[in-house]
């Protein structure tokens, strides 16, 4: 009997979402998708992927969630800094946007405010917040227009562990390049 090889495979689960999965494959298999034995035998090979990227994504918002008000930088706080790069779409005095780096669409920007003055996520902004809010948006329209996508784009905004919200720095994810689908998520 043939020893069995262990690999991880990339594949989409659904227009935005990628995941993991293991699988087997036997050394003689060809390239053919078929010879790919999956190890859930109750599952399809898209719900697999699917279940994976929903867990992961789940349980990397309740993780960030644990820490999302004890006031320590966010990685969008070091991007701000200039302590770790991005590649910068559009600068001004109150917001940044920069290319996200896991994009789920040909163009994904993340548009964020420079000061975070308790904007952890949406679901904490107040009457004062309303400027800075304004200019969040109207930043998502310029990235729009340099990006060429002005057409047909999305603005998406993760509030909380149940949106899988990440990072606990109000940000908006600006997406276009392609055929947006409804209903979104």
């Known amino acids: 009997m043939a020893a069995i090889e262990s690999f991880s495979l990339l594949r989409n689960c659904a227009v935005t979402t990628r995941a993991f999965s293991n699988v087997r494959v036997s050394p003689r298999a060809t390239s053919s998708f ?6 859930h035998p109750n599952l399809s090979q898209r719900s697999l992927f ?3 990227a929903t867990h992961d994504e789940e349980a990397s918002a309740k993780a960030a969630a644990a820490s999302a008000d004890s006031g320590a930088p966010t990685i969008f706080d070091k991007i701000i800094n200039k302590e770790i790069p991005s590649s910068i779409v559009y600068e001004d005095e109150k917001v940044l946007a920069f290319r996200d780096i896991n994009p789920q669409a040909p163009v994904h920007v993340l548009v964020i405010p420079k000061a975070r003055d308790g904007l952890t996520h949406l679901g904490k902004a107040e009457a004062r917040h309303g400027e ?15 990006e060429g996508i002005l ?15 990440s990072v606990y720095h109000l940000h908006l994810h600006v997406l276009g390049g392609r055929q947006m689908k409804w209903p979104p998520g």
């Open 34 to 39: 078929n010879s790919i034995k999956f190890l």
């Open 50 to 52: 699917c279940t994976n």
């Open 132 to 146: 800075v809010l304004g200019q969040l948006f109207y930043a998502a329209k310029i990235v729009a227009e340099r």
């Open 151 to 165: 057409d047909g784009f999305r603005v998406v905004i993760n509030n909380g562990p149940d949106a899988c919200q």
